[in-house]
């Protein structure tokens, strides 16, 4: 399973994309992270769906400096190519 989640809040200037990308390794997830012109925080996130669904858990809350208001998810076709979780930019 594959999700495109879009966070809203404050969620740029405190960490949340490397602890994201922590948490994501953490549980064996693959996918991006990045920053968007709006302020909010663009995840695609693939694996196992308890897995996705422990990683979205966290979503909601974030590294200790975020103040989460919202999580937006959308299911998106899977690659199967992909290795790794990574930041972009």
């Known amino acids: 399973m594959r999700y495109r ?7 740029q200037g405190v960490f949340y994309r490397v602890s994201a990308k922590e948490q994501a390794e953490k549980l ?3 996918g991006w992270v990045r920053n968007t012109p709006d302020r909010t925080v663009e995840i695609v ?3 196992k769906e308890e897995k ?5 858990e966290w979503c909601h ?11 937006d998810k959308e299911i998106i ?3 199967t190519n992909e290795q790794s ?3 972009t930019y």
């Open 52 to 56: 996705l669904n422990q990683f979205i």
């Open 5 to 11: 989640l879009t966070v809203y809040g404050r969620v």
């Open 61 to 71: 809350v974030g590294p200790s400096y975020a103040k989460v208001d919202s999580v």
């Open 45 to 47: 996130v693939q694996g």
């Open 28 to 30: 064996g997830l693959t």
């Open 85 to 87: 979780f990574r930041i």
């Open 77 to 79: 076709p899977e690659l």
